[in-house]
């Protein structure tokens, strides 16, 4: 079959015939007696066996390796065709979340998209102080999609460029709690903690309270804690437990005793505190360290409501827990009111 034979019929060009016949790939059989390329059977098996490697997108080179070298397993064609597929996904996946970057910043004229896709570089960039100079820089003048700062704070480990992605977040407006709550709920521990924290700077966004009440329960000490405080500090006596175990393992344990105060002024709240500290206090496992924190914590509470539990705390087996008590006691005497016996907080 000549050249332009095997091109009709296998929809493959006379040319690119030729240019597998230079390459060693697919060379014909034979030669008519005018010197013209002449394919046999096999030959043009050859050919679409070569079309069939090359739509899963191996180049003639890869192509020419499978063929040729038996050491080249199928297996590890295969292997190596997934880790090539997912690497072009990934970047089309990125090229995809640009362009929408780009289209959710509504761009007016083609010099707005160049700000956009320089604000995405430097984003993108492996200098923090790039990624923090581009954040400040929406700060200026040239506004940041939400979306897109959202996507940053979940992928940003550099502290500093991390708290500077969350204060403009925070300026923003909502648009980039979705993709923040979808980040709350991911595999990645790392992830779940930017997406908490992030959240608990827009604590007033429509659905960020629900995301944060959900990550109380959270398997992972630092987004409860980041949850709990967010919470606390918006009156959500939902935090109260978190609040509590925070003291107890000295996690931030001077800001939640804090909230916990703030908490114990709503309405029937000061009681139930009161009561929590009071049993990790009495708790067996409880050492004289984590005893001495939970006493502190009392001096947080208003009014009378720790003054009988730090006096009766001062008489403590423990002459740490009793001294710090002791002291304690005595500051909460001075700053309250006298009260009629048995008048509550």
């Known amino acids: 079959m000549l050249i332009g034979d095997v091109a009709r019929h296998s929809g493959v060009s006379a040319r690119m015939l030729r240019h597998y016949d230079a390459l060693g790939l697919v060379r014909p059989t034979g030669r008519t007696a005018g010197g013209y390329r002449e394919y046999s059977p096999e030959d043009v098996r050859r050919i ?5 490697l090359r739509s899963l997108g191996l180049s003639l080179q890869q192509i020419k390796r499978a063929l040729e070298d038996p050491s080249f397993t199928p297996a590890a064609l295969v292997g190596d065709l997934i880790r090539w597929t997912q690497e072009r996904v990934a970047r089309e996946q990125e090229l995809l979340e640009r362009l929408r970057a780009i289209d959710a910043s509504a761009p007016a004229d083609w010099q707005d998209v160049l700000r956009v896709v320089a ?14 100079q581009a954040v400040l820089a929406g700060a200026e003048g040239v506004p940041v999609p939400a979306g897109l700062l959202a996507e940053a704070v979940l992928a940003e480990a550099e502290p500093h460029v991390a708290g500077a992605l969350r204060w403009a977040l925070a300026r923003a407006g909502d648009e980039g709690v979705a993709t923040l709550r979808a980040g709350a709920r991911a595999e990645d521990v790392e992830v779940r903690r930017r997406a908490v924290q992030a959240l608990a700077e827009l604590p007033e966004a429509p659905g ?17 804690r980041h949850a709990a405080l967010a919470l606390g500090r918006h009156g ?3 935090a109260v437990p978190a609040l509590v175990d925070m003291v107890r393992d000295g996690s931030h ?3 939640a005793a804090e909230v916990l ?4 002024r709503k309405p029937g709240s000061g009681d139930r505190i009161l009561a929590a500290l009071a049993a990790e206090l009495a708790a067996p496992a409880a050492d004289s360290a984590t005893r001495i924190r939970l006493v502190q914590a009392l001096v947080e509470l208003p009014g009378t409501t720790a003054l009988a539990v ?10 740490a827990v009793a001294r710090v008590a002791a002291a304690l006691a005595g500051v909460v005497a001075e700053r309250t009111p006298d009260r009629p016996a048995g008048e509550g907080s």
């Open 261 to 264: 105060g703030t908490l114990s």
């Open 48 to 52: 679409f066996h070569v079309e069939s």
């Open 208 to 224: 960020a309270g629900a995301v944060l009440a959900d990550a109380l329960g959270d398997p992972d000490a630092t987004v409860r």
């Open 310 to 319: 730090l006096r009766r705390l001062a008489h403590d087996d423990d002459p």
């Open 119 to 132: 604000l995405l570089r430097d984003l993108g960039s492996a200098s923090a102080a790039r990624r923090q």
């Open 253 to 255: 344990d001077v800001e």
């Open 236 to 238: 959500v006596v939902a």
